[in-house]
């Protein structure tokens, strides 16, 4: 709730005094019409013979205004600046036009009832709102930690005289004696009496006020709150804190350019900076960027900005150039002959933690190759990568084992259908060796050329025993290797394709045959063996039939070797 004036705090000590006193008070607008009532409008119009209004002149002093009788028409009795602004109404009250502060008195409705003559008397306080709310005489800018005269705010042609509250950003200020001042003063207009409150507030501004709005208000007696346009100002204050700010790619990387930045929170804010560049000094003039271009391992280092007029005023910043320099030795395409060994050697330069991976063929290696002696299996495309956070290198070895060709192994598997061997010829070499046969036969199978290795298969049906050679070539050499085929014939074949029931009722059956012959053997040995022994006995008796004997014992040899074989057999 806004105080009022004093004045109108004695217009309302008079007023209810009067009021204790019998006296009944009227309020209203000024320049509007004003209807004062008599006895409130509690009369009745049978009851009244005459009606007479009068005002207190003061000091004493009253003046007519009008006068009704009964069944007459209203009469004007005054003469002076009343003559043209009174009237009655139907209910005895009096209506005033036009009111003025002039009109603040006591009017009195004086009635004859009967044999009595009645007074009411009526006090009058015209009121008047402000014009508007305007703030002049504003300052051009405000200056922290100093107090200023922010603006005068005036609220014009009011009564009583309006009391006036500043606000910033919608809150009130209140005065403190320090950082905030507001003094009032109220001008009295002499013609019309109405009065012309100003505020003058004095300020001292924070960093938080350049964007502040300041406004005045006034809650009048009568109408709405009135608010005035608001006003912003420029807020000036020294520099207290400098920041270099640095713009660069990340990462920063030699040949790449980096933007240094002076931000100072003056305002004004600066326009000059000296810029330290690693022992050398750059001074800027309208501007706060330098940039430095192609910046190389060497800018790494701190830098600095300051305020040219006040060197103690500076600000900082350490700037890293990252770098990832990596040397593989030999790399590119490298050929060497197996057997020999490879010295492979590998360097970092970095800025900073790396890490290494190797791949061959693109596939991952545990650790970095070591080519002691180089075998074919050791060709193929080696890539390492180092990697220093988002900074790559990479580098490439693409090495090829070269040497005549050696066959590994010649085998043979015997096919499926009994009737044909598959020769196996498993050889190395680089360049790719090529594979030829002593024999004629079906290319059954080449594998793919991988490591230096190669696997060549032939289907052969073999007539004969016979001795197969493989012979691989190329550039550097020749490798040769020899095998022996053995024939099939069809017995053998069925036997091999006879089932495993079968098999065992044959084998049986052998094992019967051979048991048989050699008991028989045993029988005609022991035979010959009597007989022998009786044909000498014999002989030595006659002496005869000798060479018969002789002719007899060899054919039994024969026999018996026959036997022999067929039992082993």
Not at 22 to 32: A, M, R
Not at 405 to 413: D, E, F
Not at 476 to 504: A, C, L, P, W, Y
Not at 523 to 548: C, D, F, P, R
Request: charged share 25%; net charge negative.
């Amino acid at each position: 709730m806004h105080l009022l004036s004093a004045s109108c705090v004695s217009l309302l000590f008079t007023a209810l005094l009067q009021q204790v006193r019998g006296f009944e008070t009227v309020i209203g607008l000024y320049e509007e019409t004003l209807e004062i009532p008599c006895n409130n409008g509690a009369l009745k119009a049978e009851d009244v013979l005459i009606t007479k209004w009068k005002y207190d002149k003061r000091e004493g002093i009253s003046g007519d205004l009008l006068v009704k009788r009964n069944d007459h028409d209203v009469s004007i009795s005054a003469t002076d600046e009343y003559k043209d602004r009174v009237s009655m109404a139907a209910n005895f009250s009096l209506l005033l036009s036009e009111a003025k502060l002039t009109d603040q008195r006591s009017f009195i409705c004086m009635v004859a009832v009967g044999a009595d003559i009645l007074e009411y008397p009526v006090n009058v306080v015209i009121y008047k709102a402000p014009a508007g709310l305007e703030i002049s005489d504003k300052a051009e800018e405000l200056e922290i930690g100093k107090l200023t005269k922010l603006g005068t705010c005036f609220a014009e042609d009011a009564n009583p005289a309006a009391n006036i509250t500043w606000l910033k950003n919608n809150t009130p200020l209140v005065a403190d004696g320090k950082g905030i001042s507001i003094q009032a003063s109220v001008l009295v207009d002499p013609v019309t009496g109405l009065s012309t409150t100003s505020s003058v507030l004095e300020y001292s501004a924070e960093k938080g006020d350049t964007d502040a709005e300041f406004r005045c208000s006034t809650q009048h007696t009568v109408g709405a709150e009135l608010v005035s346009s608001p006003v912003t100002f420029t807020v000036t204050y020294s520099t207290e804190n400098i920041v270099l700010q640095v713009s660069a790619q990340e990462p920063l990387v030699e040949g790449d350019n980096v933007t240094l930045k002076c931000v100072a929170d003056g305002n004004p804010a600066p326009t000059t900076f000296n810029f330290h560049l690693k022992g050398k000094l750059v001074k800027v003039e309208n501007a706060d960027t330098y940039t430095i271009t192609n910046v190389s391992r060497d800018t790494t280092g701190e830098y600095k900005c300051s305020l040219v007029d006040d060197p103690t005023m500076e600000a900082s910043k350490d700037i890293t150039v990252n770098y990832l320099d990596i040397n593989l030795s030999p790399s590119g395409n490298i050929v060497k002959s197996a057997g020999e060994a490879l010295d492979l050697t590998f360097q970092i330069d970095a800025s900073g933690d790396s890490k290494v991976s190797w791949t061959k063929d693109n596939v991952k290696l545990d650790k970095e190759p070591k080519f002691t002696t180089l075998t074919f299996a050791d060709s193929g495309s080696y890539e390492c990568e180092v990697t220093m956070g988002l900074l790559s290198r990479k580098a490439v070895l693409e090495l090829a084992v070269e040497g005549a060709p050696v066959i590994k192994q010649l085998t043979k598997a015997r096919g499926e259908d009994g009737k044909h061997d598959v020769l196996i010829c498993e050889a190395e070499g680089v360049p790719k060796p090529a594979v030829s046969w002593s024999i004629n036969g079906t290319s059954l199978d080449e594998s793919p050329f991988v490591n230096g290795k190669i696997i060549h298969k032939i289907k052969v049906v073999p007539t004969a025993n016979l001795t197969v050679s493989c012979t691989v070539a190329n550039e550097f050499g020749v490798d040769s290797s020899t095998i022996n085929v053995s024939f099939v014939n069809d017995d053998e074949v069925r036997m091999h394709k006879q089932d495993q029931s079968e098999d065992n009722d044959q084998t049986k059956l052998v094992v019967g045959v051979v048991v048989g012959l050699l008991v028989a053997t045993l029988v005609i040995g022991l035979a010959y063996w009597v007989y022998m022994k009786k044909s000498k006995q014999g002989s030595w008796k006659t002496g005869e039939k000798e060479n018969g004997s002789s002719e007899e014992e060899k054919k039994l040899e024969e026999k018996v070797e026959e036997n022999s074989q067929k039992a082993e057999v």
